[in-house]
């Protein structure tokens, strides 16, 4: 009995990773690219005037379940929410979307690997501890400063057995930056589409497309500021 019951806990973790294997085995993934969204969409924006809140209730729940499988596809997710919903509220469905689908990870990982991230690697570790000194904090600094991939925070998190509350609220509040960023990003992007034009680089330049890029060049720079600060942090120190 004392041998089945860590299997047990791995389940919930089990059944996301299925699910993300089949996705992927299945061709869901040919479905979630800026060629698809702009070939469909006549048909995603007469169906989103259609549905109304039912739209957006799908789209969430679209965002939520590939998110907790896992799948890379969250900046092509919000860019879609800004291009069918708006900045604003694309970028709010992609966040609550967002939200419950990184949540569904971190509760399947905490039950599974709740004080297994001594044995993770050093990686896990490093973030574990992290998460022990100041929980909150540190997770906001993951959230606004993607110095580690988003479902390795979502896994490491779990396995430090962070606080559910701290957790929501600290992904919640990391993510609305680059979130409002990208949803700002496909708004341009549904412009340019209704105008007629094909994607290429001269779209660039398209002041709907390029403001945004830079807010995200803006945003990349973050991790080096954030490793400068912290270099000279620990010479202050010493």
Do not use: K
Not at 50 to 65: D, H, K, P, S
Not at 192 to 219: C, K
Not at 223 to 234: E, M, N, T
């Amino acid at each position: 009995m004392a041998r089945r019951e860590p299997l047990r806990r791995l389940l919930p973790l089990a059944i996301l990773a299925l699910g993300g294997g089949l996705f992927v085995a299945l061709g869901g993934g040919r479905y979630l690219s800026f060629a698809a969204l702009a070939a469909n969409r006549e048909w995603l924006v007469a169906a989103v005037a259609q549905a109304g809140t039912t739209a957006a209730v799908a789209f969430i729940l679209t965002y939520a379940g590939l998110v907790a499988l896992s799948f890379p596809a969250a900046e092509l997710l919000t860019i879609a929410g800004g291009f069918l919903f708006g900045r604003w509220l694309g970028a709010a469905y992609a966040v609550i979307g967002a939200t419950i689908g990184a949540t569904l990870v971190f509760l399947a990982a905490r039950a599974g690997l709740a004080g297994l991230a001594a044995r993770a690697g050093p990686w896990a570790e490093r973030l574990a501890a992290g998460f022990r000194r100041n929980s909150f904090n540190y997770l906001l600094v993951l959230r606004l400063i993607p110095l580690f991939p988003f479902w390795l925070v979502n896994l490491a998190a779990g396995a430090a057995g962070l606080p559910l509350r701290v957790y929501i609220l600290g992904t919640l509040i990391g993510i609305l930056p680059a979130t409002f960023i990208y949803a700002n990003l496909g708004t341009g992007l549904g412009a340019v589409i209704a105008e007629g034009r094909s994607p290429d680089f001269a779209l660039l330049l398209h002041p709907g497309l390029l403001l945004p890029i830079l807010a995200l060049a803006a945003l990349a720079l973050l991790p080096l500021l954030y490793q400068r600060w912290r270099a000279r942090r620990g010479q202050a120190a010493e």
